[in-house]
């Protein structure tokens, strides 16, 4: 008879099975070939340069050679690509080709689950959403070197993919290493393999993509070692006094730009188009009148409580409603500031007190 | 829900427009099909290209081939809404949330309190009572009103005199010669009403300040924070939980509300304004 301790241990196999044998290899050179066949049949998306920063693009076959790899990260998160600034909801638009996007980092990966926890609720699942999370395959990147603001392990997220991506890609000198994480990505290797052979890597290798995974972890947790923990800052922030977020918000202009660059901001509005449509404009809880009602009252009229509120959002009421956390530790809001406010700092002050 | 599209209107025409008040009026609308809503549940009505808006239909949710929503002039919806004459086509959405807890009020003597307007959502709730009277012990509804003209539904309330179970209680803010009922804001009622307070529960709708004072009130008169419901106004656009515009504290208003026990929210930020 089987235990559930020796089910387990067969799942712990076929687990362990599975990761060494979802691992290929492919050389760089083959690997843009591949792509240039599936540019015909997709719409491939991937960051690529821009001026000092880089951003994703559709790929062309003159711009195939400007993929960055494993160089984190894209000025936009990954949900403008499920949730644009703009898109009618009603009247939707069709696409003729399903979407490939690459170079997606773990944390802006991880900043899904809270879409579709909220938008894939089973009560009112929203359709535009549902459709482009279907069409959509996703390849994450491992991260080979971090920014300044990274801090996404202080929030528990890896920097290689964890949750969400169809495959993970991860470049080491001239070889591409493509790891299979769901049906999808099974198809598109599939895919990838009527245009072109692919190898499968040795121990050695997969060992050294582990190694580097975890040299980059241990950078990140160095480097954040003193900022708290997710818990640990909803706490803090909703034991707060009013005064630091006075002071903090001195410099805030109400530009939205923290929520707009936001990966887990998942606010919109809905405006009306004649023929009964409706056109869905991403929306941000900074912006004055975010929650003023006809009759005039607005709980968020003071700048420093539309300020506050953003934070009490993230760490202190969505964590109690959802089981997605609702800040990936990206750090865009700190360099999208324009009034350079900076959130870690004042995390780090409210700990220190 | 048309198809499965959420943001997707179902179309209703105007078939009356009753004036209330001289800033309230009444939309009587024909769905395209049968529509269900509970009591306290609410609507987003969309005019077409114009915009939309939630209300809590104020007819009983009993009738399912027409419905009615009560509109104060607030806002530049309500606004547009008030040029319509009726034969107009609108969209209309839901019903969606938490309306009142029915099965919370049987058994009781329930106490309603409306301010202003708040008195189009319990009306839907009246009428409901109405329907299940032999269910409640009895209802003792206070109305609280800006002045006589702004004092709506004057025939239903006639009405509801009528039914021994029920007790009608009327104030305004200020009196003219006309008026024979209570001078004062609607929390005066709640030194008239007779009711077992440990065997009461109360409903409460109206403009925030009314129910502000009016939760304190009940709280000084005995009532628990389990035995006060509200229905909370907030910002509402998508009406579904997503958008994010309805949020007070954890909650989203429009999909765990709009009805609310007091102990839910009271130590939510700003639940008055
Ligand atoms: S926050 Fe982490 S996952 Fe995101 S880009 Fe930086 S290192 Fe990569
Ligand atoms: S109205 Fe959009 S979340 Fe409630």
């Known amino acids: 008879?089987?235990?559930?301790?020796?089910?387990?241990?067969?799942?712990?196999?076929?687990?362990?099975?599975?990761?060494?044998?979802?691992?290929?290899?492919?050389?760089?050179?083959?690997?843009?070939?591949?792509?240039?066949?599936?540019?015909?049949?997709y719409h491939i998306y991937a960051p690529v340069p821009w001026g000092e920063t880089q951003d994703y693009e559709r790929i062309d076959d003159d711009s195939i050679s400007d993929i960055i790899y494993n160089r984190p990260k894209p000025a936009t998160p990954l949900k403008t690509f499920f949730l644009p600034i703009r898109e009618n909801v009603v009247n939707t638009e069709k696409s003729d080709k399903k979407r490939i996007i690459m170079g997606i980092p773990s944390c802006d990966l991880s900043g899904i689950n809270i879409f579709d926890?909220?938008?894939?609720?089973?009560?009112f699942v929203d359709p535009t959403y549902k459709k482009k999370r279907e069409d959509s395959i996703l390849i994450g990147t491992d991260c080979h070197t971090t920014q300044e603001n990274c801090h996404c392990t202080t929030y528990g997220i890896k920097p290689y993919p964890m949750k969400n991506h169809d495959l993970t890609l991860s470049l080491s000198g001239d070889t591409i290493y493509l790891q299979t994480h769901s049906a999808k990505g099974e198809t598109l290797i599939e895919e990838i393999e009527k245009i072109t052979t692919l190898q499968d890597p040795t121990e050695n290798e997969i060992q050294e993509i582990v190694d580097t995974r975890e040299k980059v972890e241990e950078e990140l947790n160095t480097k954040n070692r003193d900022l708290p923990n997710y818990r640990v800052t909803g706490d803090l922030i909703n034991s707060s006094e009013d005064?630091?977020?006075?002071?903090?918000?001195?410099?805030?202009?109400?530009?939205?730009?923290?929520?707009?660059?936001?990966?887990?901001?998942?606010?919109?509005?809905?405006?009306?188009?004649?023929?009964?449509?409706?056109?869905?404009?991403?929306?941000?809880?900074?912006?004055?009148g975010f929650e003023k009602v006809a009759a005039g009252e607005d709980p968020l009229e003071e700048l420093y409580k539309r300020f506050r509120n953003r934070y009490m959002c993230k760490y202190v009421w969505k964590p109690k409603k959802f089981e997605s956390i609702a800040c990936t530790g990206c750090g865009r809001c700190i360099e999208a500031c324009i009034g350079n406010i900076n959130k870690n700092e004042l995390f780090l002050e409210l700990a220190n007190k | 829900m048309k198809g499965d599209n959420i943001y997707e209107p179902i179309k209703a025409k105007v078939l009356e427009v009753i004036d209330e008040s001289p800033t309230i009026k009444s939309f009587v609308l024909e769905p395209e099909r049968q529509f269900?809503?509970?009591?306290?549940?609410?609507?987003?009505?969309?005019?077409?290209?114009?915009?939309?808006?939630?209300?809590?239909?104020?007819?009983?949710?009993?009738?399912?081939?027409?419905?009615?929503?009560?509109?104060?002039?607030?806002?530049?919806?309500?606004?547009?809404?008030?040029?319509?004459?009726?034969?107009?086509?609108?969209?209309?959405?839901?019903?969606?949330?938490?309306?009142?807890?029915?099965?919370?009020?049987?058994?009781?003597?329930?106490?309603?309190?409306?301010?202003?307007?708040?008195?189009?959502?319990?009306?839907?709730?009246?009428?409901?009572?109405?329907?299940?009277?032999?269910?409640?012990?009895?209802?003792?509804?206070?109305?609280?009103?800006?002045?006589?003209?702004?004092?709506?539904?004057?025939?239903?309330?006639?009405?509801?005199?009528?039914?021994?179970?029920?007790?009608?209680?009327?104030?305004?803010?200020?009196?003219?010669?006309?008026?024979?009922?209570?001078?004062g804001v609607a929390t005066v009622l709640l030194d008239k009403i007779d009711v077992n307070i440990d065997n009461s529960v109360a409903v409460v709708v109206g403009p925030p300040i009314m129910m502000k004072f009016s939760v304190?009130?009940?709280?000084?008169?005995?009532?628990?924070?389990?035995?006060?419901?509200?229905?909370?106004?907030?910002?509402?656009?998508?009406?579904?939980?997503?958008?994010?515009?309805?949020?007070?504290?954890?909650?989203?208003?429009?999909?765990?509300?709009?009805?609310?026990?007091?102990?839910?929210?009271?130590?939510?930020?700003?639940?008055?304004?």
Not at chain 2, 235 to 251: D, F, T
Request: net charge negative.
């Open chain 1, 243 to 288: 005064e630091i977020w006075k002071k903090y918000s001195e410099t805030c202009v109400s530009c939205g730009a923290c929520a707009t660059i936001c990966p887990t901001c998942t606010c919109f509005l809905l405006l009306e188009k004649p023929g009964f449509e409706k056109v869905r404009h991403l929306d941000a809880c900074q912006y004055p």
């Open chain 1, 1 to 41: 008879m089987l235990t559930q301790i020796h089910i387990f241990f067969i799942l712990l196999c076929e687990n362990y099975n599975n990761i060494m044998n979802n691992y290929h290899s492919i050389s760089r050179q083959e690997w843009e070939k591949a792509l240039s066949h599936l540019i015909n049949n």
């Open chain 2, 36 to 183: 269900y809503f509970k009591t306290g549940q609410f609507i987003e009505v969309a005019l077409d290209g114009i915009g939309e808006a939630p209300f809590t239909p104020s007819s009983s949710p009993l009738v399912t081939n027409q419905l009615e929503v009560t509109v104060m002039k607030t806002g530049y919806v309500t606004e547009k809404m008030h040029q319509m004459k009726g034969g107009e086509t609108v969209g209309i959405r839901g019903p969606f949330g938490r309306g009142y807890p029915l099965e919370k009020l049987y058994d009781k003597e329930v106490l309603v309190l409306g301010g202003g307007c708040g008195f189009a959502p319990l009306r839907s709730l009246l009428y409901n009572l109405e329907a299940e009277q032999e269910k409640v012990q009895k209802v003792t509804f206070c109305y609280g009103s800006k002045n006589p003209q702004e004092c709506i539904y004057e025939p239903y309330i006639n009405e509801l005199r009528q039914y021994k179970k029920f007790e009608v209680m009327r104030t305004v803010d200020e009196a003219d010669e006309t008026w024979t009922e209570e001078v």
């Open chain 1, 117 to 123: 926890e909220m938008y894939l609720d089973d009560a």
């Open chain 2, 216 to 273: 304190q009130k009940l709280l000084e008169m005995g009532y628990t924070d389990q035995k006060i419901y509200l229905s909370m106004e907030k910002n509402m656009s998508c009406a579904v939980g997503k958008c994010g515009h309805c949020m007070m504290g954890e909650y989203f208003v429009c999909k765990d509300g709009p009805v609310f026990r007091y102990d839910e929210i009271k130590d939510k930020p700003d639940i008055w304004k």
